[in-house]
């Protein structure tokens, strides 16, 4: 990649020179990045291997810092290398500058040149430091977001490890129920996130053991469970029967229940395949919370609803 990019720098270097000051001049850079089957896809599942999305932001972001260090080098006068050698500093006059809603321009460079009686060019007056401070480089936005992404992973990290903290601790104490066994439970981590309770819920159904932080996990996979997560906005719930329990359980219209006993604006997923090690399907849903519908009251009219549907199961369902 970094031979790849050496080229476009000395391309798009010739081709600033070529169209010198004009204010107009236009430059694509367009990188392609499609969708599978273009994107590279794992064997049998047809899984892309990357997020299509995440790879265009950081191409973006390293096209902008390569580009940059072209109009750099389109900006110096020739013989400056030479000059800097000899010990005589001269610093372009004019330089490319990025600006914040698209295109680049030609602009004095800050701090009048450098050298000579004026000293050496310092950092603040020429370079991406000095891009920056007339108008607000590309690269600088380019490096925020980075740096922004960079805190959002390691939230979301942070958030699974207490997430799947909460999931093992409730994954423990149904360990031990026997024969049909099935359980509604409450989860607060996941303050309402579909996304959030379907990983505590293949947490609770993993084998019995630790992750890589030591997070107990697991052991629950033989239960028919329903997993609610309430928030301001919204109730998540996420169901789950193993596959020995399917033809006896009906998870579709277990959650369906819960979503009528409730009540209100609801989304809900078909049966998926569960992540588990008793296979089986997952269910999820969400349904909208607010004034009318508190997160208490909706809580207490799902489980209410979640366990009414079981107590109208033979008891040998299983």
Known sequence: ????????????????????????????????????????????????????????????????????????AASAPEGEAAAAAGGEAAAPKQVWVPQLGGGYVLKDAPGGGGGGAGG???????????????????????????VKEEREKLALKKKHAEVKREAGINAGKLQAVPGPAWSPVKLESP?????????????????????????????????????????EEQLAIVGYVPAEKAQAVNLGAWVAKVLEAVGGTAMCSKPMAAVSPKGGFVVQAALATGEEMTEDKSMDLALAAANAYFAKLPLNYA
């Open 1 to 72: 990649m970094n031979a790849h990019f050496s080229w476009w720098r000395t391309i798009w270097e010739a081709q600033v020179k070529r169209v010198g000051a004009e204010s107009d001049a236009v430059l694509w850079s367009e990188p392609e990045f499609g969708p599978p089957p273009y994107l590279q896809t794992l064997p049998y599942t047809s899984q892309p291997v990357a997020d299509l999305w995440d790879v265009n932001k950081r191409i973006a972001a390293r096209a902008r810092i390569e580009f940059e260090s072209a109009l750099k």
């Open 120 to 146: 050496p060019a310092t950092a603040g007056g020429t370079g991406l430091e000095g891009m920056s401070k007339l108008g607000g480089s590309l690269l600088d936005l380019a490096t925020k977001d980075a």
């Open 191 to 231: 303050d309402g996130d579909v996304e959030l309770l379907a990983l505590a819920m293949s947490a609770m159904n993993a084998p019995v053991g630790t992750d890589a932080d030591g997070t107990a996990l697991g052991g629950s996979a033989h239960v028919c469970k329903i997993l609610f997560s309430p928030s």
